[in-house]
Each structure stands twice: as C-alpha cells, then as structure tokens.
C-alpha cells in the first residue's frame, strides 16, 4: 500500500482489510505499507500498527518519490507467493481480496480489477481517463488494459518479473501489460475515498498520461516524421506554384499576410514536434544516470544503512 499523507483513513483501512483477512485462514498475511514521504501522522500511525500487529511492516522513503515508485519499493521489500496491490483509501475494497485468491488458486497470474463504476469522480475525469486508454491502445502495439487500475493480485512470478524493470520514469499500468502472464479481469464498482483528499490532480493525471505514452510507444516521434514530409512536400509545391507565377505574371506585394501566417504555422509545428523530441530525449538523459529507483530511511524503524534491493 503505497501511502501520501493518508492519515484521516489509514486506521480505517487496517481495521476493514484485518476483518477481510480475518475470513482466509488457509494462508499468512503481511501488510506492507510504503511511506512516500508523507507530511502528516502517516508514519506514526504505521509505527503504531507495527507495534500492535507484527505481521505490518512499513517501507519509509527519505522523500516523497510519487506512487509509481512507491510501488516497486513495496514490491521489492515484500515477501511471499503473491501480493495485493491497493491504495488505503478504501476506494479499492479489500472485500475484493477473496475472489481475487479464488482465481490465483485456478492458475491466474494476475487477477486486475476493472472498474465498472468511479463514485466520487467528476464526469471529465471519467472521460478523460477513458479517451487516454483507448489512445493508448491505438498507439502501442501492447494490448493495455482499459479501466484497469493498479488493484490486482500478482503471483510471485509477475512480483519478480516487475522487480526486474528498473527504469525511473514509471508507467506501472503499462508495465503491468507488458509483463504478460496468464491475466484474469474481474469487475467492481469504486467507491469515492473515505477520507482525506485525493493527490492527483489533472496536471499530475496529465503527467502521468504523458509518462504513459511516451515509456510504451514512439508512434508521436514517427507521426512527427510523417507531419513533417507532409509539411516539406507542400512546401515545395507551394514553392514551384510561386515561380511560376511570378515567371508568368510577375511579382505582387498582395500575399504577405498569408506568406506570414504559413510561416507562423510551419514554426508553430516545429517547436511542436521539437517539444515531443524532447521529451524522449529527457527520459534518455533521466535513464543514463543510473540513479537508485527510491531512498529507504528506515524498515520496520530500523535505519537502512546499505540501499539495496533486499533478496
């Protein structure tokens, strides 16, 4: 459970999540909390869990690294045959938890949760995070599930094939497509948050689609190449039916408000398309300095001397 200043529900959520838990007894269960450099009680309340159930361990980033990467850390401090992933909002229902061992018991890999319904979420968000799947689809030759969120059960082979990828700018969704192994979708309705306020607003949506486009398809980059032919082609007709003109009529000053407004719009495309080049450049330069994903300050309150992935 990644978790960003969560202090108003994260009670809440161990208290409904120990109840679901409460019900399986064939199997051992650990929480794996991830403090993502929170600014509230997050931290003390996870100390205070661990200090009532040792079966919670809590994951303290020295800042805050954002949920994607908050992601792996948990995934590289867990241990067991599979892992739930949730956030501790309660807008993913641990009730679910259940089913989604019932399907990983019939040899599914990955049991996603699609969202059927989204209470608490504005009609635009609604739209736009339905429109950004389908672009995605389009544009990458990955089958990226649609409506399907980060609330899964993955069984071990998937948890040590995702510890593999280490890169730093994270589509996690993406990454989960990618990975293959035998998926299974199962619908539910997503309840609004329980408390608190939601982290991510339409710029941090808006960064995160971009994360998306450009870790899973360079299809901009070549549509930039092909807008760009199509530019210089006209260009170059324009150019000829120019000459001739002027060879046949002579020249004229009327014209120099158009001249002026292609010229605006060829550099308008330019800058444009530089602007996407850049962006893959970026993620080129981000990547080449082989940073460590996250920081660890503590496990559990014991200070992390040597930062490493644990085995």
Known sequence: MPCYNEEAVLRQFYARTLEVIQGIPDYDFEFVFVNDGSRDETLAIM???RAQDTRVSYVNLSRNFGKEIAMIAGIDYLQGDAAVIMDADLQDPPEMIPEMISWWEKGYDDICAK????AGETFFKKWS???FY???QHL???PIQPDVGDFRLLDKQCLNALRLMRESQRYTKGLFSWIGFNKKEILFDRDARAAGTTKWNYWKLMNLAIEGITSFTIAPLRAASFIGCLLAAAAIFYMAYIIIRTLLYGGDV?????LVSIILFIGGIQFFFLG?????LGRVFNESKFRPLYL???????????QRRPE
Request: net charge positive; no cysteine; aromatic share 8%.
């Open 129 to 131: 995070s339905h429109t």
């Open 47 to 49: 100390r205070e869990l």
């Open 115 to 118: 969202r059927r319904s989204r």
């Open 254 to 258: 009327p014209g120099y408000p158009s």
């Open 296 to 306: 660890v300050k503590d496990f559990n309150g014991r200070d992390v001397i040597e």
């Open 134 to 136: 389908r672009i995605l």
């Open 140 to 142: 990458t030759n990955i």
């Open 276 to 280: 996407i080049i850049g962006e893959y």
